[in-house]
């Protein structure tokens, strides 16, 4: 027996739910790529990503993924040999500080761990003692997709400037961007990435980087500089170059109108809307905990990121069986746990196109399985997610 035909449903944290307006603005024939209208978007796709970091700085749009995104923010301002500090917090810094040790910088991981967030006053204190400076750039993950952690950049922003450092700040935000406030130069970010197919709503291929002054001065003496990813090709005039080659239209006209989704509804309120979607989830695990077989990741509540919530299966059960439970009778897609986490927990995404109905809906299903599966839990959990999503959304 199975209720899972009609739509299916994506709660992984990317790629997200596409919007049908998004998918209908890329259903279109192929345009000129010289001349015309295509010129004029770019132009205000470049600043509206801008806008969306939060920057006066440049952004530029490439052809990749979020790790073609972290190669590019890589090769524009680092040399082979430099040294970079890598904040772990799970999966994410790490891979992006992985990346750059093969492309032969030196890395050294301010250690941390999957269930809390990076701690500002270590930032601070490891810099202070690279008194000669030897520390070129400061990697972290906005938020880190695999523990469902959120990092305080503007803490860690602060610490950067405390310690008196002059390395760059580079920030992760593929998971956050468009979901949550990202204030590059309030928070002395230095150059941010993020990609196209988690809270921006368009399909995986884009990739997005945005640079400061700063970042763009030390840009010009960066030796792992390659032409694809390379800034300065792509700040002429000429529009082909500004993608190092045919620009990505379909994605282009798609990026626009989830852009404008965005701005339609209002950053503030997408913020707002992923909060309480996200503290509604928040309250369903907890009603669930009380059985002891079910928990957060994350132990510090308020380090609880508002797009991925990573959950915990205790006593050796599998969380395979439960996911299995959600796809194949329900048609909820769950995330599985990654690093050190895979077979010992699942994720449930709560990024991007989301709405009332689809996180109820697979808080619902998640304790159909948990009924179905006899894993030990408290009862009630989609319940205390409608009761405190009600109470914050009165008539
Ligand atoms: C998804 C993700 C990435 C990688 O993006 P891809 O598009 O899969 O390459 C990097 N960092 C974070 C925080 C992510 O969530």
């Known amino acids: 027996m199975s209720v899972r035909a009609g739509r299916e449903f994506l709660a992984i944290p990317g790629p997200t739910t596409v919007p049908d307006e998004v998918l209908r603005a890329m259903h279109r024939p192929a345009v000129d790529i010289y001349a015309g209208p295509l010129l004029a978007l770019t132009d205000s796709l470049l600043r509206d990503i801008a806008r969306v970091f939060n920057t006066k700085g ?5 052809i990749s993924n979020g790790h073609g995104a972290w190669e590019a923010a890589l090769t524009n301002v680092l040399s082979r040999g430099d040294k970079i500090l890598v904040l772990e917090s799970g999966r994410f810094a790490l891979g992006w500080g992985d990346n750059a040790r093969r ?16 701690r500002p006053a270590e930032v601070e204190a490891r810099l202070k003692a690279d008194k000669g400076g030897t520390i070129k750039a400061v990697l972290v993950a906005q938020i880190d997709t695999a523990s469902g952690v959120v990092n305080d950049i503007a803490a860690i922003g602060q610490a950067v400037r405390a310690a008196g450092h002059e390395a760059l700040l580079m920030v992760d935000a593929v998971a956050s961007l468009g979901c949550m406030p990202f204030e590059m130069d309030a928070w002395g970010v230095d150059v941010a990435m993020s ?42 005039d000429i529009h082909y170059q500004k993608y190092a080659g045919t620009p990505p239209e379909h994605l282009l006209f798609g990026l626009r109108q989830a852009l404008d989704l965005l701005f339609e509804e209002g950053l503030d309120n997408v ?61 909820v897609v769950l995330g599985h746990g990654i690093g050190e986490l895979a077979g010992k927990g699942f994720r449930i995404a709560h990024m991007g196109h989301v709405n009332a109905p689809m996180v109820l809906g697979t808080l619902s299903v998640i ?26 959304v009165p008539a």
């Open 103 to 118: 492309m032969g910088v030196e890395v050294e991981v301010l250690k941390g761990d999957m269930r809390r967030a990076v």
């Open 195 to 236: 990609g196209s197919q988690k809270g921006m709503m368009t399909p995986p291929g884009l990739g997005f980087v945005a640079a400061n002054d700063r970042a763009r001065q030390v840009h010009k003496k960066a030796g792992l500089r390659t032409p694809y990813w390379d800034w300065t090709d792509r700040e002429g």
């Open 271 to 331: 913020f707002l809307r992923h909060r309480l979607l996200a503290e509604a989830v928040r309250r369903a695990i907890g009603a669930w905990g009380e059985g002891q077989a079910i928990g957060f990741n994350i132990i510090e509540p308020a380090e609880r990121c508002d797009t991925v919530t990573t959950v915990l299966l205790n006593g050796g059960r599998d969380p395979e069986a439960l996911r299995k439970y959600c796809n194949q009778k329900c048609g």
């Open 58 to 62: 440049r952004a530029y749009i490439y």
């Open 367 to 392: 304790e159909m399985a948990l009924n179905a599966l006899a894993i030990p839990h408290g009862k009630g959990g989609a319940q205390a997610a409608i009761d405190w999503l009600g109470a914050q």
